[in-house]
């Protein structure tokens, strides 16, 4: 790519940065290159591709998501169009950015599936994708985003994904409150207790970004933990997380707020809202999925009493 190549499906950096993709250059700073091409972050999660126009639009491609998919391990990353090519010559009908290829364990010439994402696009398509589910994936619970709850960026760009093999249940063990009545009360306090989680996760643990998929409130609000979690989720995949050694990379972790260890304290509210999560996510694995408490994996106090409810637990999720 030569020093002023720019980006087949963008005009410019601003026309990134309107469209989210700002952070998938390098500041000018670090690059001396005047082109988007060679300004491309290789740590981000992006390809190119050959398309034809009469198929899909450069105005579809450039607003959309795709599944960039291991055809041997079953690994999978969500990533964004960029750029056409590769040359035809090649054999090849896409070329993945580096901290893609690496994060999925891909070379050169490996085989893997691009799925384009026709929900994630303000043009939609015509064309039938295999993620075409995905607009009705979401008509689960409530679940608020790590964008509407405050998160700070993750120190990395994107999680690797798996599929979903079941779902383990924890508790915060941060200090038991009642619910507030008040349902806007209720989910700041749910939003403060996510943001407080994070950066506990991120600045005295050494990690990433929060450690669980999900945590419910004492008063049923749900909240994306780790970045990615919905998109995956929506594919039936679990976003690696750090919440159970030995189940981080294809199982959900769910924490219940508050401490469990000594006493039973889980409200109806977190009951209802525990219950109907498992459900949608099972909902989106397409299959049963094992329900487990913290303890199943490593010697830990964590869920506390909740242990002793997970049978019923798996009964009301199987029902």
């Given at each position: 790519?030569?020093?002023?190549?720019?980006?087949?499906l963008?005009s410019?950096q601003?026309?990134?940065?309107n469209?989210?993709?700002g952070?998938?250059?390098l500041?000018?700073?670090?690059?001396?290159f005047?082109?988007?091409?060679?300004?491309?972050?290789?740590?981000?999660?992006?390809?190119?591709?050959?398309w034809?126009?009469s198929?899909l639009s450069?105005?579809?491609?450039?607003?959309?998501?795709a599944?960039?998919?291991?055809s041997q391990s079953g690994?999978?990353?969500?990533?964004?169009?960029v750029d056409?090519g590769?040359?035809?010559?090649?054999?090849?009908?896409a070329?993945?950015?580096?901290?893609?290829?690496a994060a999925l364990r891909?070379?050169t010439?490996?085989?893997?599936?691009?799925?384009?994402?026709?929900?994630?696009?303000?043009?939609?398509?015509d064309?039938?994708?295999?993620?075409?589910?995905?607009?009705?994936a979401?008509?689960?619970?409530?679940?608020?985003?790590?964008?509407?709850?405050?998160?700070?960026?993750?120190?990395?760009?994107?999680?690797?994904?798996?599929?979903?093999?079941?779902?383990?249940?924890?508790?915060?063990e941060?200090?038991?409150?009642?619910?507030?009545a008040d349902t806007?009360?209720e989910?700041?306090?749910?939003?403060?207790?996510?943001?407080?989680?994070?950066?506990?996760?991120?600045?005295?643990?050494?990690?990433?970004d929060?450690?669980?998929?999900?945590?419910i409130?004492?008063?049923?609000?749900?909240?994306?933990?780790?970045?990615?979690?919905?998109?995956?989720?929506?594919?039936?995949?679990?976003?690696?997380?750090?919440?159970?050694?030995?189940a981080n990379?294809?199982?959900?972790?769910?924490?219940i707020?508050?401490?469990?260890?000594?006493?039973?304290?889980?409200t109806?509210?977190?009951?209802?809202?525990?219950?109907?999560?498992?459900k949608?996510?099972?909902r989106l694995?397409?299959?049963?999925?094992?329900?487990?408490?913290?303890d199943?994996?490593?010697?830990t106090?964590?869920?506390?009493k909740i242990?002793?409810?997970?049978?019923?637990?798996?009964?009301?999720?199987?029902?």
């Amino acid at each position: 790519m030569k020093p002023t190549e720019g980006l087949a499906l963008f005009s410019g950096q601003q026309d990134m940065e309107n469209l989210g993709l700002g952070d998938f250059l390098l500041p000018p700073a670090q690059s001396p290159f005047p082109g988007l091409g060679r300004r491309l972050d290789p740590k981000k999660p992006y390809f190119a591709c050959r398309w034809w126009q009469s198929g899909l639009s450069r105005d579809f491609l450039r607003s959309t998501w795709a599944w960039i998919e291991n055809s041997q391990s079953g690994a999978r990353m969500r990533a964004r169009p960029v750029d056409s090519g590769p040359a035809e010559s090649t054999g090849r009908v896409a070329d993945l950015s580096p901290g893609l290829a690496a994060a999925l364990r891909l070379k050169t010439d490996d085989v893997c599936t691009v799925t384009i994402d026709d929900s994630t696009s303000e043009f939609g398509s015509d064309f039938s994708h295999a993620a075409t589910s995905a607009p009705t994936a979401f008509s689960g619970p409530k679940v608020y985003t790590t964008a509407e709850w405050g998160a700070v960026p993750a120190k990395v760009s994107f999680f690797p994904e798996k599929p979903a093999v079941g779902i383990v249940i924890h508790n915060t063990e941060y200090p038991n409150r009642p619910p507030f009545a008040d349902t806007e009360a209720e989910k700041a306090a749910a939003f403060a207790n996510a943001r407080t989680i994070q950066l506990d996760h991120m600045n005295n643990r050494g990690w990433s970004d929060t450690g669980q998929h999900f945590t419910i409130s004492q008063g049923g609000v749900i909240t994306e933990g780790r970045h990615g979690t919905l998109a995956a989720a929506a594919a039936g995949h679990v976003a690696r997380g750090a919440h159970a050694p030995g189940a981080n990379d294809d199982w959900w972790g769910i924490e219940i707020a508050g401490n469990h260890v000594a006493q039973y304290l889980v409200t109806d509210q977190q009951w209802a809202s525990l219950v109907a999560l498992c459900k949608w996510l099972t909902r989106l694995a397409g299959h049963a999925l094992q329900i487990e408490p913290h303890d199943h994996f490593v010697p830990t106090d964590c869920p506390g009493k909740i242990a002793d409810h997970i049978d019923d637990l798996r009964a009301q999720v199987g029902g």
